[in-house]
């Protein structure tokens, strides 16, 4: 009998570790019913966190510590957003995630099923009001707690069950946000560079309204994005940079043929600062690559064969950063391990000086668009 394509997105009432009809998996309880995740959706990457979309493991998904966040109680998971793409099975009765090898290409079923799990998502957005330290930042008047990214390293790392992102600029390119000055103090219009304005993802450690003897409501960002192209504010404005920011792949139904969208930005200069910058030239090069799992050797492989390229341009003359974007039409399915649209792909600048810079994401949505994780090489 065949599968049915669902898609669910639902606030978490219970996760269950020990299911026999899902050994090594795992269920979620959401909207009055259970979704049966296996093993080979964990294995194929395929539960992931928000924003990033990096995978979680089993043990991250059923952990029952609290998230970070003062009087936070919910057990992990639960009491958060899950968003499900997978399948009804008209033999088992039940809602599947289950990664099939080679995938159900039939037209009903989903064949790339997935879960994305996190917190009760909020997003704050606006004017910086007070400037950040390092660990917070207001915006909009509203006191945001900036979580640990997991390049901050142990012991200051973030919780793993999150995006741990570090906070980087429109372009993607990671910053430093204590080098960001507050909106207000900077000219509107014209001038050196437009004011800041930042966009949070992130969750409330209590939700809902504070009440007698809990914390107070505190916003817990694990995804900043500030809008500015001022080079000093970068993390390392001496090394070249570039990164994915969105990423689309969407087969066509009933061909071997897909689709792919996918943008990013980079440096356009690098340079101690304060003193003459190295400027590349303009526009650059990006090659487009796949990456995928390939199951005879179980690992991830990159495929030495570009997907495509794209002359990265300067948004604004003068800035120190470029945007590319490359769109693929009408491409042909190839063979195994890539005979499906990707699920990961990889930038690389092309510039003889940029030798040293990449950029990454996590899973490639097949059928909407993303913002993905920059993976610093």
Request: glycine share 10%.
């Amino acid at each position: 009998m065949p599968r049915y394509a669902v898609v669910l997105e639902d606030i978490v009432t219970a996760i269950t570790a020990d299911d026999p009809a899902v050994p090594g998996g795992f269920v979620l309880e959401m909207m009055g019913t259970k979704v049966f995740v296996f093993h080979s959706a964990l294995d194929r990457e395929r539960v992931v966190k928000p924003v990033s979309f990096a995978p979680l493991s089993r043990d991250q998904v059923i952990a029952t510590a609290p998230l970070p966040g003062p009087g936070r109680r919910e057990a992990g998971f639960r009491g958060g957003t899950a968003i499900v793409t997978g399948n009804f099975n008209s033999d088992t009765g039940r809602i599947e995630v289950e990664f099939l090898d080679p995938p159900l290409l039939d037209g009903i079923a989903e064949p790339f099923p997935r879960i994305e799990l996190g917190p009760l998502e909020n997003v704050l957005s606006g004017a910086i009001t007070v400037r950040s330290d390092g660990s917070t930042i207001q915006v909009n008047s509203v006191d945001a707690t900036i979580l640990p990214a997991a390049s901050a390293g142990p012991p200051a790392a973030g919780d793993a069950r999150l995006p741990q992102l570090e906070p980087r600029n429109g372009f993607g390119i990671p910053i430093d946000v204590r080098k960001v000055p507050r909106s207000v103090d900077v000219p509107a219009g014209g001038g050196a560079m437009a004011a800041p304005l930042a966009t949070i993802n992130g969750y409330f450690a209590v939700p809902g309204q504070p009440v007698e003897g809990v914390a107070p409501v505190a916003y817990q960002g694990y995804d900043v994005v500030i809008d500015t192209v001022d080079r000093a504010a970068l993390v390392d404005p001496l090394v070249p940079q570039i990164a994915v920011t969105k990423a689309k792949a969407r087969r066509k139904p009933g061909t071997a043929f897909y689709d792919l969208d996918v943008q990013g930005g980079l440096t356009a200069e690098i340079g101690p600062i304060g003193s003459a910058v190295t400027r590349f030239t303009n526009p650059q090069r990006v090659a487009l690559h796949r990456v995928e799992f390939d199951a005879a050797t179980q690992r991830w492989k990159e495929d030495p064969v570009p997907l495509g390229f794209d002359d990265a341009v300067r948004v604004v003359p003068g800035k120190p950063f470029s945007k590319w974007q490359v769109r693929l039409l009408q491409l042909p399915i190839p063979p195994a391990p890539f005979d499906h649209p990707p699920t990961k792909v990889v930038a690389r600048m092309m510039s003889p000086d940029a030798i040293l810079a990449n950029g990454g994401t996590s899973p490639v949505s097949p059928d909407g668009e993303e913002r993905v994780e920059w993976i610093k090489g």
